[in-house]
């Protein structure tokens, strides 16, 4: 594997980050998670996008153009043959003192690490997920908020954790006013009536790639979207749940704390969303080798 760091390509076992770094030492930096599927790097350019926009909340300058950093993940992915797999990207404060003061950080870290991913079994996409609601609160907006991608995922660990010893794979995580924010690593939705509902960005939802995606796809469908506060309530009684992230893509969820969603099964606009993402990640994205 050959690793990007700051405009070189280095093998695995050379690719290394000061133990200075503020990455490290404070989770200082900001992270995008990106696919490559059939020779071509999946919604690229929103990915650049978002990563901008978290730099920016974080009073970091990234060292490179929007253009540079996309011509960049493009050419990791070309010199590690990667056609299908998982692309990430890290930009740390760089090294500095210790002390948190981040204008003792002179060089930003820019990372490029591409592999592959599968954070769920197969059959888990088949059968559906059950998953929990836990007691870690979804960072407050004012504290950090939830549309930052940032290197400090605690938050999200912590709830992970949380389900991971109850037994379960995922977490449902509220805000600190009762309504549901979004899982751990994945965006949620349900459907109830024909009609879809998610968390909006105001209530701790990140501004998924993939949510945008299914939004828009099963809008195609005929089925609109909105982003009311949502209860747990909400969630026990939808016909139908899904969660939507770059590594997990679409999954279904069949059970929430217990409580059967519709008939305990995959539903039916759910299933319907999978095929379209599947077909969409067949045809969409920028290609890794230019000559097809
Ligand atoms: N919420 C959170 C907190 C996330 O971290 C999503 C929603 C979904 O966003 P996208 O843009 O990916 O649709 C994420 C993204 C992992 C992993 O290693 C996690 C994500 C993406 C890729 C890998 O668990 N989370």
Do not use: W
């Not at 592999?115 to 559906?128: E, F, R």
């Amino acid at each position: 594997m050959k690793v990007y760091i700051n405009g070189k390509f280095y093998s695995e076992k050379n690719s290394k980050i000061s133990v200075f770094d503020h990455g490290l030492l404070y989770g200082d930096g900001v992270f995008e998670g990106i696919r490559a599927y059939h020779g071509r790097v999946f919604k690229l350019k929103e990915h650049i996008d978002r990563l901008f926009y978290s730099a920016k909340a974080i009073l970091l300058n990234i060292p490179m153009s929007k253009q540079q950093l996309m011509d960049a993940t493009v050419e990791t992915c070309r010199k590690n043959n990667l056609n299908d797999g998982y692309v990430r990207l890290v930009v740390t404060r760089g090294a500095g003192t210790l002390g948190l003061n981040p204008n003792r950080c002179s060089n930003p870290q820019v990372i490029i690490i591409a592999d592959t991913i599968q954070l769920y079994p197969a059959s888990l996409y088949k059968k559906g997920m059950e998953i929990v609601t836990v007691a870690t609160t979804r960072n407050h907006h004012n504290a950090v908020n939830p549309a930052i991608k940032s290197l400090n995922y605690l938050n999200n660990i912590l709830a992970k954790i949380e389900a991971n010893t109850a037994g379960y794979e995922e977490a449902i995580m509220l805000n600190s006013e009762g309504y549901v924010a979004e899982c751990t690593g994945d965006n949620l939705f349900i459907i109830k009536d024909n009609q879809m509902f998610t968390p909006s960005l105001s209530s701790g939802a990140l501004h998924g790639i993939t949510r945008q995606t299914s939004i828009d796809l099963v809008g195609e469908l005929g089925v609109p979207t909105s982003e009311p506060n949502l209860t747990r309530y909400d969630l026990y009684n939808a016909d139908e749940c899904f969660l939507t992230g770059t590594g997990a893509e679409i999954v279904p969820v069949v059970k929430i704390d217990e409580r059967k969603i519709g008939n305990g099964k995959p539903g039916k606009i759910t299933k319907k969303l999978v095929k379209a993402y599947q077909e969409l990640t067949k045809v969409s994205g920028e290609p890794i080798n230019k000559i097809k």
